[in-house]
Protein backbone atom coordinates (compact mmCIF):
# COMPACT_ATOMS: atom_id res chain seq x y z
CA UNK A 1 0.00 0.00 0.00
CA UNK A 2 2.78 1.95 1.02
CA UNK A 3 4.78 1.38 -2.58
CA UNK A 4 1.56 2.29 -4.36
CA UNK A 5 1.18 5.38 -2.65
CA UNK A 6 4.46 6.55 -3.19
CA UNK A 7 4.70 5.77 -6.76
CA UNK A 8 0.92 7.61 -7.24
CA UNK A 9 2.75 10.87 -5.47
CA UNK A 10 6.02 10.25 -7.64
CA UNK A 11 2.87 10.06 -11.04
CA UNK A 12 2.19 13.14 -9.69
CA UNK A 13 5.19 14.92 -9.35
CA UNK A 14 6.72 13.63 -13.19
CA UNK A 15 3.20 15.58 -13.81
CA UNK A 16 3.47 18.54 -12.55
CA UNK A 17 7.10 18.92 -13.60
CA UNK A 18 6.92 17.79 -17.30
CA UNK A 19 4.77 20.56 -18.58
CA UNK A 20 6.37 20.81 -21.97
CA UNK A 21 5.53 18.45 -24.87
CA UNK A 22 8.66 15.95 -24.09
CA UNK A 23 10.27 14.27 -27.70
CA UNK A 24 10.55 17.89 -29.58
CA UNK A 25 12.97 19.31 -31.04
CA UNK A 26 15.40 16.89 -30.48
CA UNK A 27 18.20 18.54 -32.56
CA UNK A 28 17.77 22.97 -32.84
CA UNK A 29 14.42 23.33 -34.44
CA UNK A 30 14.88 25.07 -38.31
CA UNK A 31 12.96 27.53 -39.97
CA UNK A 32 12.13 30.69 -41.39
CA UNK A 33 10.50 33.55 -39.03
CA UNK A 34 8.70 36.78 -40.60
CA UNK A 35 10.09 39.48 -38.16
CA UNK A 36 13.39 40.14 -38.93
CA UNK A 37 12.73 41.31 -42.71
CA UNK A 38 8.68 42.15 -42.95
CA UNK A 39 8.03 43.24 -39.32
CA UNK A 40 4.05 43.10 -38.73
CA UNK A 41 4.43 43.65 -42.60
CA UNK A 42 2.80 39.82 -43.57
CA UNK A 43 -0.01 38.69 -45.10
CA UNK A 44 -1.47 35.31 -46.10
CA UNK A 45 0.17 35.38 -49.94
CA UNK A 46 3.62 36.15 -48.57
CA UNK A 47 3.61 33.65 -46.26
CA UNK A 48 2.56 31.32 -49.11
CA UNK A 49 5.39 32.78 -51.05
CA UNK A 50 8.08 32.00 -48.20
CA UNK A 51 6.50 28.35 -48.04
CA UNK A 52 7.22 28.03 -51.83
CA UNK A 53 10.56 29.04 -51.99
CA UNK A 54 11.25 27.12 -48.81
CA UNK A 55 11.02 23.91 -51.11
CA UNK A 56 12.16 25.33 -54.26
CA UNK A 57 15.25 26.83 -52.89
CA UNK A 58 16.48 23.41 -51.72
CA UNK A 59 15.63 25.14 -47.73
CA UNK A 60 13.15 22.21 -46.96
CA UNK A 61 15.70 19.47 -47.99
CA UNK A 62 18.37 21.05 -46.27
CA UNK A 63 16.44 20.72 -42.77
CA UNK A 64 14.45 23.79 -42.36
CA UNK A 65 10.52 22.96 -41.38
CA UNK A 66 8.82 25.72 -39.65
CA UNK A 67 7.42 28.81 -41.36
CA UNK A 68 7.11 31.24 -38.06
CA UNK A 69 4.28 34.16 -37.98
CA UNK A 70 5.84 36.91 -35.51
CA UNK A 71 3.90 39.69 -34.47
CA UNK A 72 1.26 41.18 -35.84
CA UNK A 73 -0.87 38.34 -37.62
CA UNK A 74 -3.71 38.93 -35.41
CA UNK A 75 -6.74 41.92 -35.19
CA UNK A 76 -5.66 44.90 -32.47
CA UNK A 77 -8.65 42.96 -30.67
CA UNK A 78 -10.10 40.11 -29.39
CA UNK A 79 -13.60 38.45 -30.69
CA UNK A 80 -15.82 40.00 -28.78
CA UNK A 81 -18.32 37.75 -28.08
CA UNK A 82 -15.81 34.72 -27.31
CA UNK A 83 -12.79 36.56 -26.60
CA UNK A 84 -10.93 34.38 -29.07
CA UNK A 85 -7.82 36.06 -31.11
CA UNK A 86 -8.52 36.76 -34.75
CA UNK A 87 -6.86 36.62 -37.16
CA UNK A 88 -5.94 39.40 -39.65
CA UNK A 89 -9.24 39.46 -41.94
CA UNK A 90 -7.34 42.31 -44.52
CA UNK A 91 -3.74 40.19 -43.96
CA UNK A 92 -5.02 37.13 -43.78
CA UNK A 93 -8.28 36.78 -45.62
CA UNK A 94 -8.35 32.51 -45.75
CA UNK A 95 -8.02 32.19 -42.20
CA UNK A 96 -5.23 30.80 -40.03
CA UNK A 97 -6.55 27.43 -40.83
CA UNK A 98 -6.12 27.59 -44.14
CA UNK A 99 -2.70 28.71 -43.99
CA UNK A 100 -1.75 25.81 -41.86
CA UNK A 101 -3.28 23.77 -44.26
CA UNK A 102 -1.07 25.09 -47.28
CA UNK A 103 2.18 25.40 -45.07
CA UNK A 104 1.41 21.87 -44.33
CA UNK A 105 0.87 20.40 -47.76
CA UNK A 106 4.06 21.40 -48.65
CA UNK A 107 5.62 19.42 -45.82
CA UNK A 108 6.42 22.05 -43.27
CA UNK A 109 5.08 23.13 -40.11
CA UNK A 110 3.62 25.81 -38.96
CA UNK A 111 4.53 28.62 -36.20
CA UNK A 112 2.77 31.68 -34.60
CA UNK A 113 3.80 34.28 -32.01
CA UNK A 114 1.81 35.73 -29.06
CA UNK A 115 2.81 37.27 -26.02
CA UNK A 116 2.87 36.31 -21.83
CA UNK A 117 1.68 40.11 -21.16
CA UNK A 118 -1.32 42.20 -21.78
CA UNK A 119 0.02 42.92 -25.12
CA UNK A 120 2.75 41.39 -28.02
CA UNK A 121 5.32 43.82 -28.44
CA UNK A 122 3.64 45.59 -31.41
CA UNK A 123 0.83 46.13 -29.32
CA UNK A 124 -1.98 43.35 -30.12
CA UNK A 125 -3.52 41.37 -27.70
CA UNK A 126 -1.48 39.12 -25.14
CA UNK A 127 -2.26 36.00 -24.27
CA UNK A 128 -2.33 36.94 -20.19
CA UNK A 129 -5.30 35.34 -18.63
CA UNK A 130 -6.26 33.72 -21.66
CA UNK A 131 -3.57 30.99 -22.10
CA UNK A 132 -5.92 27.86 -22.29
CA UNK A 133 -8.30 29.69 -24.58
CA UNK A 134 -5.30 30.56 -27.37
CA UNK A 135 -3.69 27.15 -26.92
CA UNK A 136 -7.10 25.12 -27.96
CA UNK A 137 -7.61 27.94 -30.63
CA UNK A 138 -3.63 27.23 -31.91
CA UNK A 139 -4.70 23.54 -31.87
CA UNK A 140 -7.69 23.80 -33.83
CA UNK A 141 -5.60 25.60 -36.83
CA UNK A 142 -2.76 22.82 -36.83
CA UNK A 143 -0.01 25.31 -34.91
CA UNK A 144 3.51 23.40 -34.62
CA UNK A 145 5.29 25.67 -32.95
CA UNK A 146 4.71 29.04 -30.55
CA UNK A 147 7.39 32.03 -29.86
CA UNK A 148 6.24 33.48 -26.73
CA UNK A 149 7.51 37.51 -26.35
CA UNK A 150 7.64 39.39 -22.51
CA UNK A 151 6.45 42.65 -23.59
CA UNK A 152 4.00 44.06 -21.27
CA UNK A 153 4.24 41.90 -18.46
CA UNK A 154 4.81 44.51 -15.69
CA UNK A 155 4.19 42.79 -12.26
CA UNK A 156 4.03 39.53 -13.50
CA UNK A 157 6.56 36.69 -12.48
CA UNK A 158 8.28 34.64 -16.14
CA UNK A 159 8.61 31.17 -14.91
CA UNK A 160 4.92 31.34 -13.84
CA UNK A 161 3.53 32.79 -17.04
CA UNK A 162 5.69 30.84 -19.19
CA UNK A 163 4.61 27.68 -17.22
CA UNK A 164 1.20 28.26 -17.49
CA UNK A 165 1.04 28.56 -21.29
CA UNK A 166 3.19 25.81 -21.66
CA UNK A 167 0.71 23.73 -19.72
CA UNK A 168 -1.98 25.00 -21.91
CA UNK A 169 -0.84 23.98 -24.57
CA UNK A 170 -0.05 20.51 -23.29
CA UNK A 171 -3.63 20.48 -22.37
CA UNK A 172 -4.57 21.66 -25.57
CA UNK A 173 -3.11 18.33 -26.45
CA UNK A 174 -1.46 19.22 -30.43
CA UNK A 175 2.45 18.67 -29.87
CA UNK A 176 3.67 22.98 -30.35
CA UNK A 177 8.05 23.34 -29.98
CA UNK A 178 7.26 25.68 -27.37
CA UNK A 179 10.09 28.67 -27.54
CA UNK A 180 10.54 31.17 -24.72
CA UNK A 181 11.49 34.43 -25.28
CA UNK A 182 11.67 36.72 -22.65
CA UNK A 183 15.37 37.73 -23.89
CA UNK A 184 17.02 35.87 -20.54
CA UNK A 185 15.91 39.07 -18.33
CA UNK A 186 15.24 35.66 -15.82
CA UNK A 187 18.06 33.27 -17.09
CA UNK A 188 15.50 30.79 -18.20
CA UNK A 189 18.90 28.16 -19.02
CA UNK A 190 18.43 28.17 -15.18
CA UNK A 191 14.47 27.04 -15.12
CA UNK A 192 13.36 26.69 -18.50
CA UNK A 193 14.22 23.21 -19.69
CA UNK A 194 10.92 21.52 -18.47
CA UNK A 195 9.10 24.47 -19.92
CA UNK A 196 10.36 24.77 -23.33
CA UNK A 197 11.61 24.01 -26.12
CA UNK A 198 13.96 27.07 -26.88
CA UNK A 199 14.67 30.59 -24.74
CA UNK A 200 15.84 33.65 -25.96
CA UNK A 201 19.20 34.40 -24.40
CA UNK A 202 19.28 38.23 -25.10
CA UNK A 203 17.41 40.90 -26.19
CA UNK A 204 17.09 41.19 -30.13
CA UNK A 205 19.18 40.65 -32.94
CA UNK A 206 20.15 43.79 -35.28
CA UNK A 207 21.35 43.44 -38.60
CA UNK A 208 24.75 44.36 -37.73
CA UNK A 209 27.66 42.04 -37.72
CA UNK A 210 29.26 43.75 -34.54
CA UNK A 211 28.44 46.49 -31.73
CA UNK A 212 24.83 47.61 -31.10
CA UNK A 213 21.96 49.42 -33.40
CA UNK A 214 20.76 52.24 -31.48
CA UNK A 215 17.42 53.21 -31.45
CA UNK A 216 15.59 55.85 -29.15
CA UNK A 217 14.87 54.07 -26.13
CA UNK A 218 16.63 50.40 -26.83
CA UNK A 219 19.06 48.43 -28.82
CA UNK A 220 19.97 45.79 -30.70
CA UNK A 221 22.61 43.22 -30.18
CA UNK A 222 25.06 42.84 -33.74
CA UNK A 223 25.67 39.16 -34.63
CA UNK A 224 28.89 38.98 -32.40
CA UNK A 225 27.53 40.97 -29.18
CA UNK A 226 25.23 37.99 -29.08
CA UNK A 227 27.76 35.18 -29.62
CA UNK A 228 29.90 37.20 -26.60
CA UNK A 229 26.34 36.37 -24.40
CA UNK A 230 25.86 32.65 -25.55
CA UNK A 231 29.23 31.14 -25.44
CA UNK A 232 29.50 30.98 -21.60
CA UNK A 233 25.93 29.05 -21.95
CA UNK A 234 27.13 26.02 -23.13
CA UNK A 235 26.31 24.32 -20.53
CA UNK A 236 22.69 24.26 -20.28
CA UNK A 237 22.14 23.13 -23.56
CA UNK A 238 20.91 19.78 -24.48
CA UNK A 239 18.55 17.47 -27.12
CA UNK A 240 14.63 19.58 -26.81
CA UNK A 241 16.30 22.38 -25.00
CA UNK A 242 18.29 25.29 -26.65
CA UNK A 243 20.02 28.45 -25.95
CA UNK A 244 18.41 30.79 -28.55
CA UNK A 245 20.50 33.74 -29.98
CA UNK A 246 17.89 34.62 -32.34
CA UNK A 247 16.56 34.76 -35.51
CA UNK A 248 19.09 34.75 -38.50
CA UNK A 249 20.24 38.14 -40.30
CA UNK A 250 21.76 36.35 -43.38
CA UNK A 251 21.31 37.33 -46.50
CA UNK A 252 20.15 40.51 -45.05
CA UNK A 253 23.02 42.82 -46.51
CA UNK A 254 25.82 42.05 -44.80
CA UNK A 255 28.91 40.54 -46.48
CA UNK A 256 29.43 37.13 -48.03
CA UNK A 257 32.07 36.79 -44.80
CA UNK A 258 30.44 38.11 -42.26
CA UNK A 259 26.77 36.25 -43.13
CA UNK A 260 29.31 32.60 -43.77
CA UNK A 261 30.69 33.52 -39.95
CA UNK A 262 27.29 34.06 -38.15
CA UNK A 263 25.80 30.90 -40.11
CA UNK A 264 29.02 28.30 -38.55
CA UNK A 265 28.85 30.22 -35.16
CA UNK A 266 25.15 29.60 -35.03
CA UNK A 267 25.86 26.23 -36.37
CA UNK A 268 28.94 25.78 -33.56
CA UNK A 269 26.42 26.86 -30.73
CA UNK A 270 24.14 24.33 -31.94
CA UNK A 271 21.71 27.31 -32.14
CA UNK A 272 18.01 27.14 -33.59
CA UNK A 273 18.42 27.94 -37.13
CA UNK A 274 15.47 30.71 -38.20
CA UNK A 275 16.48 32.64 -41.52
CA UNK A 276 15.54 35.99 -40.89
CA UNK A 277 15.44 36.88 -44.43
CA UNK A 278 13.12 37.30 -47.78
CA UNK A 279 13.70 33.60 -49.15
CA UNK A 280 11.48 35.04 -52.41
CA UNK A 281 14.23 36.91 -53.30
CA UNK A 282 17.45 35.23 -51.83
CA UNK A 283 20.77 35.38 -53.72
CA UNK A 284 22.94 31.88 -54.83
CA UNK A 285 25.15 33.12 -51.77
CA UNK A 286 22.83 33.51 -49.67
CA UNK A 287 21.45 29.93 -50.72
CA UNK A 288 24.66 28.31 -50.91
CA UNK A 289 24.92 29.54 -47.18
CA UNK A 290 21.95 28.95 -45.55
CA UNK A 291 21.86 25.51 -47.29
CA UNK A 292 25.80 24.34 -46.77
CA UNK A 293 25.10 20.62 -45.73
CA UNK A 294 27.93 20.19 -43.31
CA UNK A 295 27.63 22.99 -41.39
CA UNK A 296 23.65 22.12 -40.74
CA UNK A 297 24.96 18.54 -39.96
CA UNK A 298 27.36 20.09 -36.94
CA UNK A 299 24.13 22.09 -36.02
CA UNK A 300 21.91 19.47 -35.96
CA UNK A 301 23.94 16.75 -34.46
CA UNK A 302 22.58 13.95 -32.42
CA UNK A 303 24.38 14.35 -28.97
CA UNK A 304 22.67 18.02 -28.87
CA UNK A 305 26.40 19.70 -27.60
CA UNK A 306 26.59 23.53 -27.94
CA UNK A 307 29.95 24.20 -28.68
CA UNK A 308 32.18 26.41 -26.58
CA UNK A 309 34.80 29.50 -27.00
CA UNK A 310 38.18 27.47 -26.41
CA UNK A 311 40.38 30.55 -26.77
CA UNK A 312 39.76 34.10 -27.88
CA UNK A 313 43.06 36.12 -28.59
CA UNK A 314 43.39 39.57 -30.70
CA UNK A 315 39.93 39.00 -32.06
CA UNK A 316 40.74 35.49 -33.21
CA UNK A 317 38.30 32.77 -31.65
CA UNK A 318 38.49 29.16 -31.78
CA UNK A 319 35.35 27.43 -31.12
CA UNK A 320 34.86 23.90 -30.48
CA UNK A 321 31.91 21.35 -30.81
CA UNK A 322 31.50 17.70 -29.61
CA UNK A 323 30.18 15.31 -32.35
CA UNK A 324 28.46 11.83 -32.43
CA UNK A 325 31.34 8.97 -32.60
CA UNK A 326 33.82 11.12 -30.82
CA UNK A 327 34.18 13.78 -33.43
CA UNK A 328 34.55 17.25 -33.20
CA UNK A 329 34.49 20.15 -35.03
CA UNK A 330 36.24 22.97 -35.06
CA UNK A 331 35.85 26.85 -36.50
CA UNK A 332 38.24 29.80 -36.26
CA UNK A 333 36.70 32.77 -36.13
CA UNK A 334 37.94 35.81 -37.30
CA UNK A 335 36.04 39.21 -35.78
CA UNK A 336 38.42 42.01 -37.09
CA UNK A 337 38.36 43.39 -40.35
CA UNK A 338 41.94 42.44 -41.01
CA UNK A 339 42.48 39.03 -42.51
CA UNK A 340 44.61 36.85 -39.84
CA UNK A 341 46.86 34.03 -40.69
CA UNK A 342 45.93 31.03 -37.65
CA UNK A 343 48.46 28.79 -36.24
CA UNK A 344 47.26 26.16 -34.20
CA UNK A 345 48.88 23.06 -32.14
CA UNK A 346 46.03 20.19 -32.56
CA UNK A 347 48.02 18.17 -30.48
CA UNK A 348 47.64 20.73 -27.03
CA UNK A 349 44.16 21.76 -28.51
CA UNK A 350 43.20 18.53 -28.19
CA UNK A 351 44.52 17.80 -24.27
CA UNK A 352 42.16 20.53 -23.52
CA UNK A 353 39.23 19.87 -24.92
CA UNK A 354 38.83 16.20 -23.20
CA UNK A 355 35.06 15.23 -22.88
CA UNK A 356 36.19 14.89 -19.61
CA UNK A 357 38.32 18.21 -18.22
CA UNK A 358 35.70 20.12 -16.22
CA UNK A 359 35.76 22.92 -18.98
CA UNK A 360 33.10 20.93 -20.69
CA UNK A 361 30.02 19.48 -19.10
CA UNK A 362 26.63 19.79 -19.52
CA UNK A 363 24.49 20.88 -16.68
CA UNK A 364 21.25 18.69 -16.10
CA UNK A 365 18.92 21.01 -14.49
C1 LIG B 1 10.29 41.34 -29.40
C2 LIG B 1 11.00 40.03 -29.75
C3 LIG B 1 11.29 40.01 -31.24
C4 LIG B 1 10.01 40.15 -32.03
C5 LIG B 1 9.28 41.41 -31.62
C6 LIG B 1 7.88 41.48 -32.20
O1 LIG B 1 11.12 42.43 -29.56
O2 LIG B 1 12.17 39.90 -29.01
O3 LIG B 1 11.96 38.82 -31.59
O4 LIG B 1 9.21 39.02 -31.80
O5 LIG B 1 9.14 41.49 -30.21
O6 LIG B 1 7.20 42.63 -31.81
Redesign the pocket.
Known amino acids: MKFRLLSFLLLLCNFASAQKFHGLAQTPPMGWSS?NTFGTRINEELIKGIADYMVSSGMRDAGYQYINL??GWSTRKRDSVTGDLVADPVKFPSGMKALADYVHSKGLKFGL?NCGGTM???KFPGSHGYEEQDARLYASWGVDYL?Y?W?YSEGFDAQESYKKMSQALKDAGRPVVFSL?E?GTTKPWTWAKEVGHLW?ISG?IGNVFDGIKQYDTWHSNGVMRIVDIAADLYPYASPGAWNDPDMMEVGNGQTEAQDKTHFSIWCMMAAPLMAGNDLTKMSDTTIRILTNKDAIAIDQDKMGWQGFRYSNVDSLQVWFKPLENDEWAVCFVNRSNKTKSVSFDWKKGKCGISRQSKSFERREN
Open positions: WDDYTCAKDCCWRD
